[in-house]
Every structure is written in C-alpha cells, then in structure tokens.
C-alpha cells in the first residue's frame, strides 16, 4: 500500500510540520509529483492522543485554596500557562489560525506545552541567553527556531537511501534517478530532521513535570465533537474518509464528488468528510500531511490504500470496487 508562520510550534510525533508563532519554515518540496499543485500543506496536528498525561496528585482533604478553581491551565517545568496567557498567545496568530484554535483551545494549550517545553531546553542549552529581543514571546520563538535548527545539523542523505527510496517510488515521480537524485535527497534529509525533532520533543515530555488542569480539560473535551469515523469502521461496510479544510482548493473540489458517493453508495460504503481543524486528532492518528487526503479502509476496518491531493470520481469507484463494492 503506498503511503503517500508565523504560528505556533506545533508537537511532531511524527513526520508532520513543525512551526513557530513567529518564524516560518521553508516549503518543503516533495519529489513525488502531483503533490504540489493538487494538495495543499497542513499547518495544525492532533496532539491529544499522543501527550505524555502527567496529572496532579489529589489528596483526600484539599485546602481553601484547592477547593477553589485552579488559576492555571497547565505547569511545565514550573512555568504557568493560565487562561489569560493562552488568549494573549492566541491574538498574536495570524486570522486563519485564530479562527481554527478559538473553538480548539484544548489542542491549543498542548501546543503551548510542547512550545515551552522547547524554549526551556534552548535555555538550558544557552541558545535562548545569545538572544536579544525585549519581546519574550519573540525571543521564546527565536531560541526554539535555534534549537531546531541545532538538531537539524549533521544529517546526511546518502546515494543508496536515495535510490532506494526512488526504486520504491518510480511509478510515482517524474524524471529518472540521476535527474532527480539531489531534491530526493533534499526531501529525506528533512523527513530524518522532523524524525529526529519527535524524538527529541518525546524525551522533553517524558523528562518533564507537567501539570494539567484535568477539570478544565473535561470542560473543553465535551465540546469537541463525535469520532465519526470510529462507527463506521465497525459497521461491517467499506470506508472512505477525507481529510481536507474549506481554504483548500483540491478540496472544495473534492466535495461534490464525494456528495455523490454519498447518495450512490448509500447501503454499499461509508463516505465520510471530515474537516481537519475539527479532527486533527484523527489527522494525527491516520498521520496526515497534506489536504486533501483520502484513506480507504476495507469492512474489517483496516486500511486498505491512501491518496494524497485530487482524485477523480471514477479512481474512487475503481477502489471501492476492489473493495467489494459494485
């Protein structure tokens, strides 16, 4: 099967983007075609499922103090993130992101989270002192952007991995080897930089205390809406769910074709649409990277094929059909 900011650092467990409020990185390019013109990047990621949950010890008889509301959200390290931080972070995101987090802010905190977790370990290290910047929240994204920076040196993409990976992926890169070689290479050299980077953000969650407003999270977990996809996986029927966002071109295309399935295979298969600001714990969890994305599952609910960008009405039925549907 083939497997195809200015704005906050979001956690990367996995091959996902990795940002800051205030720095943005630099397009990646993928040697695999289509992808470019027909799909567009993600700028959130789903973080719930993959936190390392270090909750509060309760004791039985709490002070005057504990039984009121906790003025906190969360504790990293001793830092407090309060209500009132998260909202002042949350203004300084362009529109389109403050528009995705202000109905999410549960997922905003974790960023937070793994944001200063990042800016504690470039003050360890010293990178944060050699700024000077008044701003501490532009001086929090500078030392984390040197950080970052720091662990993506040193990485070397050799000849035989990049080969392989075109041996792997021929039928869907245009150009042969020797025409190609170096933005393969350029590709997979970033893929072991974000690898590397999960790594390193996972030993930062493990190794640090972090504290979280447990109350406050069931308050913004009732919000969050139904897995649909959980149903229909169990429903004995095939599944096609896609991820995409209504500022994505491919994907405002994508939509009647996929309002048709609906109606056409009504008895026969699940079609799903799912808005990613509104699932990026699915997006994780399904390891999203572009929108649109479609992924097959057959009735057993395991997944059968993905695509990543536009795909045609009749590449659809053609799936659905190996997957029993006719």
């Not at 080897?177 to 969650?205: G, N, T, V």
């Not at 190794?207 to 649909?228: A, C, S, T, V």
């Not at 509104?278 to 479609?294: C, F, G, M, N, S």
Request: charged content about 40%; aromatic content about 8%.
């Amino acid at each position: 099967m083939k497997n195809k900011g200015r704005f906050l650092v979001i956690i990367g467990l996995t091959i996902l983007i990795i940002l800051t409020i205030f720095l943005k990185r630099k397009t990646e390019t993928s040697p695999i075609k289509k992808v470019e013109e027909k799909t567009a990047q993600i700028t959130e990621k789903p973080l719930s499922e993959t936190l390392s949950v270090t909750t509060e010890k309760e004791t039985l008889f709490k002070s005057p103090q504990e039984k009121t509301e906790k003025d906190y959200l969360a504790i990293v390290n001793n830092f407090k993130i309060t209500k009132e931080y998260l909202e002042k972070i949350l203004q300084l995101l362009p529109e389109q992101y403050k528009e995705i987090y202000k109905n999410d802010k549960l997922s905003f905190l974790e960023e937070l989270i793994v944001r200063e977790l990042l800016y504690q370990e470039a003050e360890r290290m010293g990178i944060a002192s050699q700024i000077i910047e008044k701003d501490i929240e532009k001086k929090k994204d500078l030392a984390i952007q040197g950080l970052l920076n720091e662990l993506g040196k040193d990485l070397e993409v050799s000849d035989k991995e990049a080969e392989e990976f075109y041996q792997s992926h021929k039928d869907e890169i245009s150009g042969n080897f020797s025409e190609i070689k170096e933005k393969i290479k350029e590709y997979l050299k970033e893929e072991k930089r974000k690898e590397k980077i999960d790594r390193f953000i996972e030993e930062l969650k493990n190794k640090g205390k972090i504290i979280r407003n447990e109350e406050w999270i069931k308050q913004q977990e009732r919000l969050k809406p139904k897995n649909p996809l959980e149903k229909a996986l169990k429903s004995k029927k095939p599944t096609v769910v896609d991820f995409g966002a209504g500022y994505c071109m491919p994907c405002k295309m994508m939509l009647p074709i996929l309002e048709e399935l609906k109606k056409e295979y009504k008895d026969k298969a699940n079609i799903i649409i799912l808005e990613i600001s509104e699932y990026r714990d699915l997006a994780y969890k399904y390891k999203i990277k572009v929108i649109p994305t479609q992924i097959f599952f057959d009735k057993n609910g395991n997944e059968y094929w993905r695509h990543e960008g536009f795909l045609p009405k009749e590449e659809i039925i053609k799936k659905l059909k190996e997957l029993g549907c006719e």
